[in-house]
């Protein structure tokens, strides 16, 4: 009850002709006043930016209470504000804290049927609130009582309908019938041209080299789809890092704010695509390369992967280089580089040539691993006797290995010293321990050459054994060439006879013979010793004093005298006794 003795305070126009009004008249005409505003939605006001909080935008409009804005309004839309902003805003009602709930979109509120055949004639987007969900969809009250199909709703599922009761929706009318009032509204229609319109303002601002914001939506095996603010664009695994990245979930998750470079924009309007990259934002390790890695240098690092050509290794995060498959081992060739090394492995390796222009950079495993032939003349000197596998064969010979990259080859003249050998398969196989001695190296050509025959003896070998230079020997002449004669002596035992110093032999006993003859001739004849001398020749077969032995030819057997024997060539110089 109020105090009769207090005064109502009493207020006038400038007039002065008005009522007295009380301070709750007043109000509560003021409350009429702005529910009237409040209500007439279609009306777009201009509100300044007051504050911005975690989720809301604070807005004076123009009203007692100021107005408020969802934050996700405008980080659809891409946008950024600050107190001091301005932007047109519609009224949508008031919440339960007193602040009128705002919307971007220019929006009406229908108040009779007039008003709803209009905005249905003009397509127009309503202000609705969602009363509860029914069979079928949602009960919205648009001024009348209407109905919202399940799959206009925008809601994915029963759970997500039931968050809409008591909220106020956007909307459009799609069916309309006075006579049976019977009105159906579409949310999801609006919505999609809302997200349509966010996109093409976000595609109309953005532009290839643009660093942007956005929020990692879903990973999938080649990459990430990343929400720039009303568009997707899609973050590739190749360009997450300068490192190389086997799967985008090492490197991001869902929900991650992240910061990349516009790469590319799709020009067909149809399909609107935006690539992005993160690597993008970083300086390009190859920059520093030129003057941090040289030539010969031994590097340590990481398989990334395996071709049959070779292997990428990588040194840091961006500088691989490419182990050739040719590179990786001194010894047998291989035809792929995954025989040898797997990806994850670490390995050491010489850079070999190195191409910053390129982004290129040649690795040796090999050469990591030292040059096999560096101490081959040492480890294999000539006269020494080695056993190795053959590890391959060819019509002239057999190859055998020495040591890891190192190889010997025996010729097929060196495979035996007693018979003539066709094929080295004849003597060796694959695969087989094999001895032999060394007959020669050259380290330039890396080649080693072998003979298996050297450490077998032969009937050369004792038929040296047992004799000595000087001694008397039977010989079968095979041939006669120019000033030498092919002798053998034995099977498989051959010798050279010089045919000059026989020669030379015989022409000094010709001369000798003729000088005897002269002297006889000068004496007196002694016809009874004559006799006697004719006589004895004759029974022994010896020939006549001053006669020429018969001449050298192929097919005769002789008497020869042994020159000389070279056991290490395995040599027999002889001559005509």
């Known amino acids: 009850m109020s105090n009769p003795s207090i005064p109502k305070p009493q207020i006038s126009s400038e007039s002065g002709n008005e009522p007295d009004e009380s301070f709750c008249d007043m109000l509560s005409q003021y409350e009429k006043s702005h529910s009237r505003k409040t209500e007439d939605g279609s009306k777009q006001l201009i509100g300044t930016v007051i504050a911005v909080s975690g989720e809301s935008i604070f807005l004076d409009i123009g009203f007692k209470s100021e107005g408020i804005l969802q934050l996700a309004a405008l980080q659809g839309a891409g946008e950024t504000v600050k107190p001091g902003d301005k932007m047109p805003v519609s009224v949508t009602g008031r919440d339960s804290e007193g602040y009128y709930q705002l919307t971007r979109a220019k929006v009406s509120r229908p108040k009779d049927w007039s008003a709803l055949e209009k905005a249905f004639a003009d397509k127009a987007t309503i202000v609705g609130t969602v009363t509860g969900v029914i069979k079928g969809g949602l009960s919205v009250d648009v001024g009348v009582r209407a109905f919202m199909p399940a799959s206009r709703s925008g809601a994915h599922d029963a759970a997500e309908m039931e968050k809409l009761v008591e909220q106020e929706i956007l909307c459009r009318i799609i069916k309309l019938d006075v006579t049976g009032e019977d009105v159906v509204v579409d949310r999801r229609a609006v919505s999609e041209e809302e997200e349509r319109s966010v996109k093409e303002r976000r595609y109309a601002e953005m532009k290839e080299g643009d660093t942007v914001s956005g929020t990692v ?23 997450m890092a300068w490192s190389r990245v086997s799967k985008p979930a090492d490197v991001l998750a869902v929900g991650q704010q992240i910061e990349a470079r516009v790469l590319k924009i799709s020009t067909d309007f149809d399909k609107r695509r935006i690539s992005v990259g993160m690597k993008q934002l970083q300086p390009h390790p190859w920059a520093a390369v030129a003057g941090k890695y040289t030539v010969g240098e031994r590097v340590r690092g990481t398989v990334t992967r395996v071709a049959e050509f070779g292997a990428f290794v990588e040194l840091e995060p961006g500088i691989e280089g490419l182990i050739h498959v040719s590179e990786m081992s001194w010894g047998k060739k291989m035809r792929s580089a995954s025989t040898l090394v797997k990806p994850g492995e670490i390995v050491d390796a010489v850079i070999l040539g190195v191409n910053a222009a390129e982004r290129r950079m040649s690795l040796g495993l090999k050469q990591a691993l030292g040059d096999p032939w560096a101490e081959v003349a040492q480890r294999f000197a000539v006269g020494t006797a080695i056993e190795g596998p053959v590890i391959s064969i060819t019509k002239f010979g057999a190859f055998v290995q020495l040591a890891e990259g190192v190889e010997g080859m025996i010729h097929i003249s060196e495979m035996s010293a007693d018979k003539r050998i066709n094929h080295p398969q004849e ?19 890396r080649q080693v050459r072998l003979s298996m025959k050297q450490l077998v003896p032969s009937g050369m070998d004792e038929y040296i054994a047992e004799h000595k230079e000087g001694d008397v020997v039977s010989g079968h002449i095979v041939e006669v060439s120019g000033e030498h004669a092919r002798v053998e002596l034995g099977d498989g035992i051959q010798g050279s006879c010089d045919m000059k110093a026989a020669n030379s032999s015989s022409a000094k006993n010709t001369q000798a013979a ?28 010896t020939p006549a004093r001053g006669a020429e032995p018969d001449p050298v030819r192929s097919g005769q057997i ?15 110089e002889l001559e005509l006794a």
Do not use: C, N
Not at 217 to 238: E, I, K, Q
Not at 558 to 572: M, Q, V, Y
């Open 217 to 239: 939506r879903s990973l999938t095996d080649y990459g990430a789809f990343v929400d720039l603010g009303g568009v997707d664009a899609l973050l590739h695994v190749s360009d």
């Open 558 to 572: 002789r008497k020869f005298r042994i020159a000389k024997l070279d056991p290490a060539a395995k040599k027999i």
């Open 427 to 445: 003597v060796v196989k694959l695969g087989q321990l094999v001895k032999a001695q060394v007959l020669a190296v050259d380290i330039e050509k």
């Open 514 to 541: 003729a000088e005897s003859s002269s002297a006889v001739g000068s004496a007196k004849l002694d016809l009874s010793s004559l006799g006697s001398m004719l006589q004895a020749r004759w029974k022994g077969a």
